[in-house]
Each structure stands twice: as structure tokens, then as C-alpha cells.
């Protein structure tokens, strides 16, 4: 008996456990490229746009932030372009410029959140059913029905169980795993804002007369 013929067996909701797979497989594999993309050495970076911020050479700066991928870029990119404003401006426009790229990298994760929760729920429904029409088939038998009879009907019901729980558990350590990445990014994402922030306060005169008064 092949894989595919004993997933048959499992009834019609099987359907829908195998849509949710699909789902999940293809929104990890879109995630992960994106987080791939995102993946920089940011040591390097940072020291080189520390050395063009310190020399007041800006439009090096951009032009690094342009051609590095990944949402850190965009953030010291936008911290950079508002370098004469005043600190509280620049702050607040890394924060949002920040929670525009989190969302960004968070697309998808409640797709996966949902799906973590409703394939198991979905097995268990269908396990539900089939040990209903099992036990309406026992009924229609007259309760002439021998183990064998009795077991196949129970192991059937119990497929769309251990598929479902097999998709969760999978579609969790895939969400959690992910979560994990963006997490690092955002802790990185962080520490640059916060970098820069300094940078740019202290190569910017306007700034400096403030806090000397």
C-alpha cells in the first residue's frame, strides 16, 4: 500500500490538511529568501558608514546604504537623509522607518501561526467523522463486525489525526524558527539606529548648539 493511497484512506478533510501544508511550505521557503536577501555583514557596514558620517561624506553613505539589501540599510538610509533635523526627528523617523521593515519581515508569520493551530484541529475533525461513519457502519452490520473490520475503520479515522499534528508541529518549528531570525534582525536593526543616532548628533552643529545651551 503506497504513502498516497493510505492519505486517501484518511477521508476528505484530508484536503484540507494537504492545502495547509502547501501553504506553510511556500510561505517558509518565501521567508527564507527574504531573510536570506537580508542577511548582511554588519560589522563591515557599520564601519564604513561610520567612516563617512565622521568625514561628512553623505553621499557615500547613501549610495552604500542603496546598494546593500535588507531593511537595516533602508533604516540608517532614511536616518541619514534627515542628518539636519533635530535628534528627537531623526529618532522618530528610524522608529517608524524600523516598524515599516519589521512588518515587512513579518508578512506571512500569522498565516503560519494560524496554521500551526488549525491543521491539528482539522485532523482531529476528521478523525471525529470517521469514527462516526465507523460506528454507523458497526450499526448497519447489525454489530456483526469482527476485529479486523473494527480496527480498519479506527486506523483510517486516526489519519487525518496524525497528519494533521504532523503539519502543526512541522508549520510551529518553521514559525518559531523564522521568528527567531527576524528577532536577530531586529536586535541588529537596533543597535545600527542607535549608532547612528550618536553619529549624527555629534557630526551635526545644529545638534550640538542645543545641547550646549
Known amino acids: ?24 511550505v511556500g510561505i517558509f521557503i518565501e521567508r527564507m529568501m527574504v531573510l536570506r536577501k537580508a542577511k548582511i555583514n554588519l560589522n563591515a557596514f557599520l564601519i564604513k558608514i561610520r567612516q563617512y558620517i565622521s568625514r561628512r561624506d553623505y553621499d557615500n553613505a547613501l549610495m552604500l546604504c542603496s ?17 539636519g ?8 523617523a528610524i522608529e517608524s522607518a524600523g516598524r515599516s521593515e519589521i512588518y515587512q519581515l513579518e508578512k506571512g508569520f500569522g498565516a503560519l501561526a494560524t496554521i500551526s493551530g488549525v491543521a491539528p484541529l482539522t485532523g482531529f475533525l476528521g478523525t471525529v467523522t ?3 461513519q465507523a460506528f454507523m457502519r458497526i450499526q448497519e452490520l447489525g454489530g456483526n463486525v469482527n476485529a479486523t473490520v473494527l480496527a480498519g475503520g479506527i486506523w483510517e479515522a486516526l489519519i487525518t489525526t496524525a497528519a494533521g499534528l504532523l503539519v502543526g508541529i512541522l508549520t510551529l518549528l518553521g514559525y518559531n524558527y523564522l521568528l527567531t531570525k527576524v528577532q536577530r534582525l531586529v536586535f541588529d536593526m537596533e543597535i545600527s539606529s542607535t549608532n547612528l543616532l550618536e553619529l ?14
Request: charged fraction near 25%.
Open 130 to 132: 470517521g469514527m462516526i
Open 200 to 213: 549624527l548628533t555629534t557630526s551635526n552643529p545644529k545638534e550640538e548648539k542645543v545641547h550646549e545651551a
Open 67 to 83: 546598494n546593500t539589501p535588507g531593511p537595516i540599510s533602508k533604516v540608517i538610509e532614511k536616518g541619514i537623509r534627515l542628518r
Open 85 to 92: 533635523q533635530s535628534r528627537e526627528e531623526i529618532k522618530d
Open 1 to 24: 500500500m503506497s504513502l498516497f493511497s493510505v492519505l486517501a484512506k484518511g477521508g476528505w478533510l484530508m484536503i484540507f490538511v494537504g492545502i495547509f501544508s502547501l501553504i506553510a
